[in-house]
């Protein structure tokens, strides 16, 4: 099974070299490495000359400067399947693989399957930096997804749990997939829009443990105040496709915070007046 590791980035250099030597250290190399540089012209120079070698590709910003984050994943994946990839393991760039990662998704992997390895959040690292061998015992997973034993894996899982942080799925499910709607555009929903659309095609999700992924600290808003105009749109968007909402806790707590207002009447979110 020939295997691609896809991952987008948008600065986060320093995450994106650490990410790289993650794979590196694996038990299982990427047969392929495809980092998706959105407007990052950049960031072809922290991967060059190392270890496993990267193949850079640059996509455009959206319109109005919003990432092209369901349009960049789906760029990575035509370049692994061009160059013969069976799996396609997608990984946020904040994200490090643990040891056994690649190997865990190859050997679990079958045709009409989504698979989700658990994600813990690392503290703030050392200023010397993180280092591997600790990064088990910096974070447990996070307890909002499901984490299955090493040897384990949990099938029949709920897929609006799904995220984008780290999953992998087969050639062949990816193009019954159609891969990621490319309407969305900038922060949120896009992930939960192809799990939506997996779950419509019958296929399932898969919880696999022994595959875990460690995410690098970065600072974040809670609520993601600075994606107020992305969420909203996106949310409309999958209002439109799905006939639900998605990212509720979301936008109940921009409400609580007088940015955003609910019409109950068709169920949609909108500016509040004084938000401007």
Known sequence: ???????????????????????????????????????????????????????????????????????ARNTGAARALAAGADLLVFLDVDCVPGDNLLARYAETARDGALLCGTVAYLPPPPPEGYHFADLPRLAPPHPGRPAPGDTEVIRGGDHRLFWSLS?????????????????????????????????????????????????????????????????LRNAALFKQRWGTLPMEGWLHDFAGLGLVEHEPVTDTWRKAREAG
Do not use: K, N
């Not at 691609?4 to 650490?18: D, E």
């Not at 980092?35 to 990052?40: C, F, H, L, N, T």
């Not at 499910?173 to 159609?178: C, I, N, P, Q, V």
């Not at 949120?188 to 997996?198: I, R, Y």
């Open 1 to 71: 099974m020939r295997v691609a590791v896809i991952t987008l980035v948008a600065g986060r250099h320093r995450h994106l070299r650490f990410q790289q030597d993650g794979l590196a250290a694996g038990t299982r190399r990427p047969d392929h490495y495809v980092v998706v540089a959105m407007a990052d012209p950049a960031a072809v120079e922290v991967t060059e000359g190392r270890t496993p070698a990267a193949e850079t590709v640059h996509v455009p910003l959206a319109a109005g400067g919003r990432l092209p984050l369901a349009a």
């Open 167 to 231: 999953f992998a799925l087969t050639a062949r499910t990816w193009r019954d997939l159609g891969g990621f709607c490319e309407d969305y555009t900038g922060y949120g929903g896009e992930d939960t829009d192809f799990a939506f659309t997996a779950a419509g095609c019958g296929i399932d999700l898969w919880w696999v443990g022994g595959a875990p992924a460690y995410h690098q600290y970065h600072p974040v808003s809670r609520p993601p105040v600075e994606h107020l105009d992305d969420i």
